[in-house]
């Protein structure tokens, strides 16, 4: 029997659609939830999500500023600005759209962010918070699997997980958020040296490799969960440009018990969290 499709897209209007609610509350007491999204330089994929991101503000009845920047912008330049952005009584939120130029220390534009505005979840300050299983903000896109989770009546508990990949954005918050859900966790990456053994066994897998269609079916357990975070273009063949995940979709489906779709699964969810860290923030300050 093929897998229950867990419906990103579905849930993120859904959840959206309250979002409506809360920030209509907030703008009558005065607070009127703002983002503000940094970006440098002209990348087009980086300009595609930061006009997404500003789109679902706006959308949602909130406030959001786009910062642009030419790509030989200088770090101190970038650096001053969000200085002003922590000191802005209208910006709940900032976040700085990845990568940079090479000019620049990622981490150290990042840390600069205040921890009370940090959307994104990237600032150490959250990251322990997280670690220590008392988030204030969590990654965006990790929160949104765990939303799927829920919204899939998927239990968590006592369940073998595995994550592949070990990055600050997905993999490692992923694996600190199962094991905050009562999960057994392994982390693998590209050291790893049985994947398929490790996959083979778990009842959830979490793939965030950023590799075309890497985990197959004979790599999966029958009856799993499987959530694909991978976001790839086909370079070669007669589907070249077209969409994919980390996950052989097609094969996958008939084995696993719940599935994500690319798209249309976990990629609406990361900027609905984002919008939910942000509302959440500007309630903290109302409050």
Do not use: W
Request: some cysteine; charged content about 20%.
């Amino acid at each position: 029997m093929a897998a229950q499709i867990l419906d990103g897209k579905a849930l993120a209007q859904e959840l959206r659609a309250g979002f409506k609610e809360r920030v209509a509350a907030l703008v009558a007491r005065g607070q009127r939830p703002g983002l503000a999204v940094i970006v440098v330089g002209e990348d087009p994929a980086s300009l595609v999500y930061v006009r997404n991101k500003v789109d679902a503000c706006v959308a949602v009845g909130m406030h959001s500023e786009k910062i642009a920047y030419a790509a030989d912008a200088s770090p101190a330049e970038v650096l001053a600005r969000i200085a002003e952005l922590n000191a802005s009584p209208a910006i709940h939120g900032i976040l700085v759209q990845l990568p940079l130029p090479p000019q620049f220390d990622e981490d150290a534009i990042l840390e600069a962010i205040h921890s009370d505005k940090d959307v994104d979840g990237f600032h150490a300050e959250n990251v322990g918070a997280l670690a220590q299983g008392l988030p204030r903000f969590i990654p965006c896109t990790p929160y949104g699997v765990m939303k799927m989770f829920e919204k899939g009546g998927i239990d968590l508990t006592g369940k073998e997980a595995v994550v592949i990949g070990r990055s600050n954005i997905v993999g490692k918050p992923m694996a600190m958020l199962l094991m905050n859900a009562g999960a057994t966790v392994t982390v693998c990456h590209s050291k790893t040296r049985d994947l398929a053994f490790h996959t083979r066994r778990a009842d959830i897998v979490v793939a965030a490799v950023g590799r075309p269609r890497f985990v197959t079916a004979d790599m999966v357990k029958p009856g799993a969960v499987v959530i694909d975070v991978g976001i790839n273009r086909l370079q070669d063949g007669p589907n070249a440009g077209k969409l994919c995940g980390d996950v052989d979709y097609e094969n996958v489906k008939e084995i696993a018990s719940h599935i994500t779709p690319v798209p249309g699964g976990v990629g609406p969810m990361t900027i609905t969290m984002l919008l939910a860290n942000t509302i959440e923030a500007a309630e903290r300050k109302a409050q």
